[in-house]
């Protein structure tokens, strides 16, 4: 019973940490996404510049 409990412990902690480094991945990736389309909502009144420029300014 005690191997159990610590096997079950150790799975816990496990996927407590996966989990929050998916959180926290996933937090970053919305960040950029997010940043991107603002960036791409900003810029996309000037036709002239193509993306890849606009966002080497940025």
Same mark, same amino acid.
């Given at each position: 019973?005690?191997?159990?409990? @610590?096997?079950?412990? /150790?799975?816990?902690?496990? !996927?407590? &940490? ?5 959180? !926290? ?11 991107? @389309? @603002? &960036? ?5 009144? /000037? =036709? #002239?510049? =193509?993306? &890849?420029? #606009?966002?080497?300014? #940025?």
């Amino acid at each position: 019973e005690t191997s159990y409990k @610590s096997v079950y412990r /150790d799975f816990i902690a496990e !996927s407590t &940490n996966g989990f929050m480094r998916y959180l !926290s991945t996933f937090s970053e990736w919305l960040t950029v996404s997010g940043e991107k @389309s @603002s &960036n791409r909502v900003t810029h996309s009144c /000037d =036709p #002239v510049k =193509p993306v &890849n420029t #606009v966002a080497q300014h #940025v």
